[in-house]
């Protein structure tokens, strides 16, 4: 079973924020969250991960709740680019055997 | 240069055959993996492979094999194929020890096989 739960979809206009959440309550202390995401049939792109802190790059941002059983991928300004399903995973440790949920399949309309 | 690459890209054969995809990775990662995408989107861990050892091998049938020949390289080799092996196949690379390392940047992916039994 995956660790994380996500919502299925989630729509957002273009130019808007689009915030996915993620849950992921028996994550242990020194266990990442990572985000991906997929684009049609591609394979899985990484987006941004984090620990504690939160965490932005050019891509995204990642707000990670203070008891760290949840956290938010924020894209600041939603393309038409951004529909795509994105996943949030917590990789055991090697990350040989990570699970992938089924994402939450964002729609960004014009 | 693809970081993760797969051949082919598309792959269309008939029930009992055996096929092979292919995958290459060039950006001198130890672990590398195989993913199955079914129609649900679920991303499942078939085989995981660290420095040309076998790690994880998920409960796939034994009519999957695959095969290490270097750091680089990954095969997957399926004999008598089935309707239910109809999916996409997810090679992926990663550095080892990822997880714990804060500039970790988990897997690559490569752009993967779709494979359709009839």
């Known amino acids: 079973d995956a660790k994380t739960t996500q919502p299925p979809s989630m729509d957002c206009a273009e130019g808007r924020a689009a915030n996915l959440p993620c849950n992921h309550s028996t994550i242990s202390g020194n266990e990442y969250v990572y985000w991906y995401r997929q684009i049609h049939s591609q394979g899985p792109q990484y987006i941004i991960h984090g620990l504690k802190n939160n965490e932005t790059n050019e891509m995204a941002s990642l707000i990670i709740t203070e008891d760290r059983k949840s956290s938010t991928l924020i894209l600041p300004h939603a393309t038409l680019r951004d529909t795509a399903v994105y996943y949030c995973?917590?990789?055991?440790?090697?990350?040989?055997?990570?699970?992938f949920g089924a994402g939450t399949r964002l729609f960004v309309k014009a | 240069d693809t970081a993760v690459s797969q051949t082919p890209k598309y792959l269309v054969t008939q029930m009992g055959n055996d096929k092979s995809i292919k995958c290459e990775q060039n950006l001198g990662h130890d672990t590398m993996y195989w993913y199955k995408q079914d129609s649900k989107k679920f991303l499942k861990i078939m085989f995981s492979?660290?420095?040309?050892?076998?790690?994880i091998n998920e409960t796939v049938p034994n009519r999957f094999s695959p095969k290490s020949p270097d750091k680089a390289h990954l095969n997957l080799h399926i004999n008598s194929l089935e309707l239910g092996d109809s999916a996409v196949y997810f090679c992926a690379s990663s550095q080892v020890g990822w997880t714990l390392i804060e500039g970790g940047y988990g897997y690559t992916f490569g752009s993967g096989t779709r494979l359709t039994v009839v």
């Open positions: 492979y660290n420095n040309k050892e076998l790690i």
């Open positions: 995973i917590v990789p055991n440790t090697g990350g040989f055997k990570t699970i």
